[in-house]
């Protein structure tokens, strides 16, 4: 079954970046979209950002578009999550999550947590001075 690991979170100054890695192990992302999710404290979850691993369709939530950027390596199976001019408003634990056979949902943008079909265990990031 497929496995999902975040790493790189941390505490950083606002205005500064962080740069998030999602490893999957124990499958393919060959026909999958990664997702990324953030839960804040005392906030619903939100969905942030997609991509489809084996094409060029990438999406994000307007509160980070321009600042948060997604990439990966397809041959080491990661998925990067590159965050810019990072505010407190970003705190909070950042999930990555796998659908496969994600057909219009990362196009169109309509995110569906529910409908993943495995999630990591979430890195924190803490912006603060």
């Known amino acids: 079954q497929l496995q999902l690991v975040e790493s790189g979170g941390g505490l950083v100054r606002p205005g500064g970046s962080l740069t998030l890695s999602c490893a999957a192990s124990?499958?393919?992302?060959?026909?999958?979209?990664i997702y990324w999710f953030r839960q804040a404290p005392g906030k619903e979850g939100e969905a942030l950002s997609c991509?489809?691993?084996?094409?060029?369709?990438?999406n994000y939530a307007l509160s980070v578009k321009g600042r948060f950027t997604m990439s990966k390596d397809n041959m080491q199976n990661i998925v990067y999550l590159q965050m810019t001019n990072l505010t407190p408003d970003d705190t909070g634990v950042y999930y990555c999550?796998?659908?496969?056979?994600?057909?219009?949902?990362?196009?169109?943008?309509?995110?569906?947590?529910?409908?993943?079909?495995?999630w990591g265990k979430g890195t924190l990031v803490t912006v603060s001075a």
């Open positions: 999550a796998s659908k496969a056979f994600d057909l219009v949902a990362c196009s169109n943008w309509t995110p569906n947590p529910n409908g993943m079909n495995s």
């Open positions: 991509t489809k691993f084996s094409g060029t369709t990438t």
């Open positions: 124990g499958g393919t992302l060959e026909y999958s979209t």
